[in-house]
């Protein structure tokens, strides 16, 4: 829209004489938002001086790219999203939020998110929760969009076809090693270590290296065969190194306010493509201070 100015005026009221049905603040943000220019020139201040003769036009809003709009609604549903496409939805779990909801229903979750974030994107899709992280543990998810791929991944993790990638900052000085349980969990949600095999136990199987070590923690490397509750925290306490912040396994120092075990990689296959993928999700830098490689 454009209007050549008959009598010298400021800006804000050429506007409004362009645009009587909207407000003052609407006609602001216009000008915020670079939508308003004099004789081809953007300007920004409603108080503007606008001379007899020259050219007022309010330009179309600006479209803005798939891409972008995911960014936005991303942003607006608070979710670090590191891969999306029509079939998996890969996230970064932030520490102390619930991946699920549990039987108290909790509204704020990961997969409520998720969801929200489809639906913002588009009306009545729908996300699907495919594994799940403790509570306590930050890092990295996937999700799937669609029933198909959500049966994919689900067959793909009961096979132990997808590799879990962790890292721990565990008390004391680790070795690499290896830990092979049969882990039972009590009616308040307590993971405990079986001495023999029973109908209520599941198997667990933990293997870790050393990244850095100091004189009071070390940087473990892991992967699970298996992805029971707790199976990394009741494995490295059982070593007689729970993972730093870890009160309920024994820990005793809590060095950075959480505890410290981070999904950092999740490798499988594509439920679309049958291809291999990796996803990764960086760890806090923090936990290496003070220590050294091995």
Same mark, same amino acid.
């Given at each position: 829209m454009r209007k050549k100015v008959a009598v010298e005026t400021i800006l804000l009221e050429v506007l409004k004489n362009m645009q009587p049905q909207a407000s003052t603040n609407v006609l602001r943000k216009m000008l915020t938002n670079q939508r308003i220019s004099v004789d081809d020139q953007t300007i920004h201040r409603a108080k503007h001086v606008v001379l007899e003769g020259q050219i007022v036009e309010i330009h179309p809003k600006p479209k803005i790219s798939i891409e972008e709009e995911r960014e936005v609604n991303a942003k607006t549903h608070d979710l670090e999203i590191?891969?999306?496409?029509?079939? #998996? *939805?890969?996230?970064? @779990?932030?520490?102390?939020?619930?991946? %699920?909801?549990? =039987? /108290?229903?909790?509204?704020?979750?990961?997969?409520?998110?998720?969801?929200e974030y489809c639906r913002s994107v588009?009306?009545?899709?729908?996300?699907?929760?495919?594994? /799940?992280?403790? @509570?306590?543990?930050?890092?990295?998810?996937?999700?799937? @969009?669609? +029933? =198909?791929? &959500?049966?994919? *991944?689900? =067959?793909?993790?009961?096979?132990?076809?997808?590799? !879990?990638?962790?890292?721990?900052?565990?008390?004391? #000085?680790?070795?690499?090693?290896?830990?092979?349980?049969?882990?039972?969990?009590? @009616?308040?949600? !307590?993971?405990? #270590?079986?001495?023999?095999?029973? &109908?209520?136990? &599941?198997?667990?199987?933990?293997?870790?290296?050393?990244?850095?070590?100091? +004189?009071?923690?070390? *940087?473990?490397?892991? %992967?699970?065969?298996?992805?029971?509750?707790?199976? #990394?925290?009741?494995?490295?306490?059982? +070593?007689?190194?729970?993972?730093?912040g870890d009160k309920m396994h024994g820990a005793v120092t809590n060095l950075h306010g959480r505890i410290c075990l981070h999904a950092v990689a999740l490798e499988f296959l594509h439920p679309e493509t049958d291809d291999p993928v990796r996803f990764e999700s960086e760890f806090n830098p923090a936990w290496r201070h003070g220590l050294k490689n091995p």
């Open positions: 590191l891969f999306e496409d029509e079939t #998996i *939805l890969v996230v970064a @779990k932030p520490a102390g939020l619930l991946s %699920v909801a549990t =039987d /108290r229903l909790e509204v704020d979750t990961l997969h409520n998110r998720c969801v588009k009306k009545n899709s729908w996300c699907f929760i495919v594994h /799940r992280l403790d @509570k306590a543990t930050s890092g990295i998810m996937v999700f799937a @969009k669609t +029933e =198909d791929a &959500k049966r994919d *991944l689900q =067959d793909q993790f009961a096979q132990h076809l997808v590799h !879990r990638h962790y890292v721990a900052l565990v008390e004391g #000085i680790a070795s690499p090693g290896r830990a092979d349980h049969n882990l039972v969990e009590d @009616k308040n949600l !307590r993971v405990y #270590i079986s001495e023999k095999k029973t &109908k209520n136990s &599941k198997h667990a199987v933990t293997m870790w290296d050393v990244l850095a070590k100091g +004189e009071e923690a070390t *940087l473990l490397s892991l %992967v699970i065969e298996t992805g029971r509750r707790h199976q #990394i925290r009741v494995a490295m306490a059982e +070593e007689g190194h729970p993972v730093v």
